[in-house]
Nanobody
């Protein structure tokens, strides 16, 4: 059972940056593909970014491509989401997720493919 704890959320002005962190309890963190999802007010949970277990391959939602970067350090059991040039549409609760596989081959954007979830961290972008 992997426990995931997100941090780094907060209130930021449009155009600003935040860096989210997700710390995992599992010693075999390196065996998990990781992803970030978000859920805005009145919206369904949506895919943001994913990274393979080795940290050398990533995928992004079109809405964040070029602004967000996902990364990981397996020695620290941590995955990050660097968010730049934020806009009010990025306002959401951001969730970290994990699955014990190298990569989600079927559909990396499908939240049902991920087994473990954090409690979420709120990101609010003011205009």
């Amino acid at each position: 059972q992997v426990q995931l704890v997100e941090s780094g959320g907060g209130l930021v002005q449009a155009g600003g940056s935040l860096r989210l962190s997700c710390a995992a309890s599992e010693r075999t963190f390196r065996n998990y593909a990781m992803a970030w999802f978000r859920q805005g007010p009145g919206k369904e949970r949506e895919f943001v970014a994913a990274i393979n277990w080795g940290g050398d391959f990533a995928a992004y939602a079109d809405s964040v491509k070029g602004r967000f970067t996902i990364s990981r350090d397996n020695s620290k059991n941590t995955v990050w989401l660097q968010m730049n040039n934020l806009n009010p549409e990025d306002t959401a609760v951001y969730y970290c997720s994990a699955v014990p596989t190298a990569w989600v081959d079927t559909n990396v954007t499908d939240p049902t493919q991920y087994l473990f979830w954090g409690q979420g961290t709120q990101v609010t972008v003011s205009s």
